[in-house]
């Protein structure tokens, strides 16, 4: 009956695991609770928003190429909940309440415990409604996915698959390429002519502009800022916080347990006992060790005589980290309360960086920052006299401080030098005040502290490029093509040849490979599914490909050859058949509920901005 808990990919692995890698969860929300905002795809009334695949990736920050595949997940899940509505599908209190019992992480021994399951969501910035009305979604599902889950596939089936997949042949092969024929190949000017004639496409060159332009860089002002050591020790002395963000600490502590829902009594109880325990670490702090593994109830610790090795302030629960990561080494601190109960604890050592493990970055920052502060007056000084001196850089170049430099060939799609390879700037160039009327740029953020103004220095409308300019490449073109043909040919040749079983001309063959459907030995999965079509009754046979990129191939297959199969393999063949005919009937009840419910996709950069 558990068995999604414990075999998917869902429920306390989910839904407390992408919690705890980032994503905090800050209410009960579902497809459908989000309002207005912005959708990348709908199912029926389902929403799925950039929130929802911030969930999916439990956080994570991923590429916009992935994400079209986020999307098509979150919609076949939207398709199941729309199917289990319109079946009226609910999931009674007491399935609920068994499920979530039976989860191991809120267990105290044997039996299920409230205070457990409270805390351990709370921890993960989760309440219960929350994590149960996902258990729910979960279970829904369920019902509706595990048909698909047990696909029955016949012995006979099974074992006609797994002879095929292992059946070897044992192959050789010839490969003619261009390259073979390339010293016997000629093309003439005549030829190039006309191809150059005919492909006139092939050969046009867009509008495109040489640039003069300025670079206003907070980089660059940063790198010939100067700053006194003293101000460098200063600035690290008062934000030794930001420069130690990774500081760890040797923690030991005594925790007496209380838990959130523990009587006033029995709080009180545990307190009391924790204030004897610290009146009694000041009279002697070296009996730490011996009082912990005596009182401690925190088990993973109190053998070690409390001792939590180097811990980090992130990841811990606030109270314990505040007063831990504010003690001076050997410090003893007061009774501390947390969810867990009552803690006494000492630091035992202290991992930080030293001043002169962090200065050039210390420094780097406050030069960074001075930088920023005098960016912000350039900027307005550049953009004002790019804009008001419009018919030249050098005014703006003298007055900042710049150098004018100058560009290679830029055309609307690209730039070679990567700070013009910007939409922004490459349109306003090729704009009719800036190519027409010869004016300035404004001073256009190009990214990451980067201005530039650009004026045009030269243009070139579209045009084909002379003949006289292209003709090597195209000789090197037509050359290929036709060593290509011959290779095709000449290897044509030799494979009819040797189907006829006459000798072909002297032919080099690789070494022979075994070769399966399992393992195709490097060969593409096209070839291997030819060559064992191909008749074996009699031996050699020979089959011809034409190779990726021009040339051709002939096989020649020798011998064949049933592989025995062991059980061990035969039952995995079985469960990998059985998996792939459950993901088809899976994805085909996917398809029919497709056809069923309206699906409407938007374009998701939109709905993330």
Do not use: C
């Not at 076949?76 to 609910?90: F, G, N, P, T």
């Not at 030819?530 to 020649?556: H, N, Q, R, S």
Request: cysteine-free; charged content about 30%.
């Amino acid at each position: 009956m558990f068995d999604l808990v414990h075999n998917n990919r869902t429920l306390v692995q989910v839904a407390l695991g992408a919690v705890g890698l980032g994503l905090v969860v800050t209410g009960g929300f579902t497809f459908s609770d989000y309002g207005s905002e912005p959708y990348v795809a709908k199912v029926a009334d389902r929403r799925i928003t950039a929130r929802d695949i911030a969930e999916e990736t439990r956080g994570q920050p991923v590429p916009d190429a992935m994400k079209p595949m986020i999307v098509d997940r979150l919609i076949q899940k939207s398709l199941l909940l729309a199917e289990a509505d319109k079946r009226y599908l609910v999931v009674p209190d007491d399935r609920l309440r068994d499920v979530i019992g039976a989860i191991p992480q809120f267990k105290k021994g044997d039996k299920f415990d409230h205070d457990t399951y409270v805390s351990m969501l709370s921890a993960q910035q989760m309440t219960p409604q929350l994590f149960e009305a996902k258990v729910k979604e979960d279970i829904r599902l369920q019902s509706l996915t595990t048909p698909f889950q047990a696909s029955i596939v016949s012995k006979v089936m099974a074992d006609r698959l797994a002879a095929a997949l292992v059946e070897q042949r044992e192959v050789s092969a010839v490969e003619l390429k261009a390259v073979q024929f390339l010293d016997k190949v000629a093309v003439s000017e005549a030829d190039a002519k006309k191809y150059y004639d005919a492909n006139q496409p092939e050969f046009k060159v867009p509008d495109r502009v040489k640039l003069e332009y300025l670079v206003l860089s907070q980089d660059e002002i940063a790198a010939k800022i100067s700053v006194d050591e003293a101000k460098v020790r200063e600035y690290f002395d008062k934000n030794q916080s930001v420069f130690n963000k990774e500081e760890s600490r040797k923690v030991r502590h005594i925790l007496i347990q209380a838990s959130a829902s523990a009587s006033q009594k029995d709080k009180a109880a545990a307190k009391a006992k924790a204030e004897e325990i610290l009146a009694e670490l000041k009279k002697d702090p070296s009996k730490f060790g011996e009082l912990a593994r005596k009182h401690s109830q925190d088990p993973t610790s109190a053998e070690k005589g409390g001792e939590l090795d180097y811990i980090r302030r992130a990841g811990q629960v606030k109270a314990f980290a505040d007063v831990a990561f504010g003690l001076t080494k050997n410090q003893l601190s007061s009774v501390v309360e947390t969810e867990f109960g009552y803690h006494i604890i000492q630091v035992l050592d202290i991992k930080s960086k030293t001043y002169d493990e962090v200065k050039p970055e210390v420094e780097k920052q406050l030069k960074r920052q001075l930088a920023q502060q005098k960016m912000q007056g350039l900027i307005d000084q550049f953009g004002e006299v790019v804009y008001q001196q419009a018919d030249s850089l050098k005014p703006a170049a003298e007055k900042i401080g710049l150098s004018i430099q100058r560009s290679d060939w830029v055309s609307k799609e690209q730039a070679s030098e990567p700070v013009l390879n910007n939409e922004k700037l490459r349109q306003a160039v090729f704009g009719d005040d800036v190519l027409l009327k010869k004016h300035n740029t404004e001073a256009i953020d190009v990214g990451n502290g980067v201005f530039v103004s650009a004026r045009i220095a030269e243009y070139q409308k579209a045009s084909v490029r002379p003949f006289a300019e292209v003709l090597p490449t195209i000789s090197i073109k037509l050359k290929t093509l036709k060593a290509n043909e011959m290779a095709a040919s000449e290897g044509k040749k030799a494979l009819a040849a040797l189907q006829a079983g006459q000798p072909a001309t002297a032919l080099n063959w690789t070494a022979t490979k075994q070769v399966s459907r399992r393992d195709p030995a490097g060969l593409p999965e096209k070839t291997v599914t030819e060559l064992f079509k191909l008749p074996t009754a009699k031996l050699p046979t020979y089959a011809g490909f034409d190779l990726p990129g021009g040339g051709y191939a002939v096989y020649k297959v020798a011998k064949g050859a049933e592989a025995k199969l062991d059980d061990a393999t035969k039952q995995g063949l079985l469960q990998a058949l059985q998996q792939s005919q459950s993901g088809a009937e899976m994805q085909a009840y996917l398809a029919t509920l497709q056809k069923r419910y309206k699906v409407e996709r938007a374009q998701i950069k939109a709905a993330q901005q």
